[in-house]
Nanobody, 132 residues
Framework: VQLQESGPGLVKPSQTLSLTCAVS??????????FSWLRQPPGKRSEWIGY???????YYNLNINGRASITRDIVKNEITLQLSSLTAEDTAIYYC?????????????????????????WGQGTQVTVSS
């Protein structure tokens, strides 16, 4: 399975970011996988944003304050992240990752020190800079 993130590299403050994760060689509805979005700000630990699972259920990091929305397109086999009300604090490398339910635990709490992790399947990451 391969994951490929895409999206705009530069967005303005207050705008909404839209990123796509294209999945190949596997379907996004295959039990029992979870697709997460995470980010790595410069010089900081990573932050888990949220997930959508094989069944279409979503769950988000409360620290994102309701600004994130993760959806899927089963026909295109893609996962999309939308993040609204952007500020400079949202500048980061954004990753999508496929994991098992048990592997999700490592994303919670203080976050992993660096991405990608050595478990699951990851995209190559895409840089997003929020600047006017």
């Amino acid at each position: 399975v391969q994951l490929q993130e895409s999206g705009p590299g530069l967005v303005k403050p207050s705008q909404t970011l839209s990123l796509t994760c294209a999945v190949s060689d596997a379907t996004i509805v295959t039990p029992y996988y979870y697709f997460s979005w995470l980010r790595q700000p410069p010089g900081k630990r990573s932050e888990w944003i949220g997930y959508i699972n094989y069944d279409g259920k979503t769950y988000y990091n409360l620290n994102i304050n309701g600004r994130a929305s993760i959806t899927r397109d089963i026909v295109k086999n893609e996962i999309t992240l939308q993040l609204s009300s952007l500020t400079a604090e949202d500048t980061a490398i954004y990753y999508c990752a496929r994991t098992t339910p048990g592997e999700l635990d490592s994303f919670y709490g203080n976050g992993l020190p660096s991405l990608p992790a050595d478990f699951g399947v990851w995209g190559q990451g895409t840089q997003v800079t929020v600047s006017s």
